[in-house]
């Protein structure tokens, strides 16, 4: 079973950036990979994804400032968030599935904390 670790969250100041890493312990090519996100008594949101053929999606709420990209290699995906505003504050979690992730294949994992505040 794959399971996923996320990493990479911090305190950012309104206008920064991160790089978050979402590493499988096996491998991810099959996968779509999701990353998602869930802030205070809001449900999780799907915010990125990336399919192995490399198509992407993003929601409305972050299309133009965050960016998937995988690592067949080193089964990791990452997302790359710039431009980031306190309500872009949230635990971020990853996962991979089917094409649409209607269906995901890994334990959620402990997520890692955002924090956009000055």
């Known amino acids: 079973q794959v399971q996923v670790a996320e990493s990479g969250g911090g305190l950012v100041q309104p206008g920064g950036s991160l790089r978050l890493s979402c590493e499988a312990s096996?491998?991810?090519?099959?996968?779509?990979m999701g990353w998602y996100r869930q802030a205070p008594g809001k449900e999780r949101e799907l915010v990125a994804s990336?399919?192995?053929?490399?198509?992407?999606k993003y929601s409305d709420s972050v299309a133009g400032r965050f960016t998937i990209s995988r690592d067949n290699a080193k089964n990791t995906a990452y997302l790359h968030a710039v431009s980031l505003k306190p309500e872009d504050t949230a635990v971020y979690y990853c996962?991979?599935?089917?094409?649409?992730?209607?269906?995901?294949?890994?334990?959620w994992g402990p997520g890692t904390q955002v924090t956009v505040s000055s």
């Open positions: 996962n991979a599935g089917n094409s649409r992730l209607k269906v995901i294949v890994a334990p």
């Open positions: 990336i399919t192995s053929d490399g198509e992407t």
């Open positions: 096996g491998s991810i090519f099959p996968y779509t």
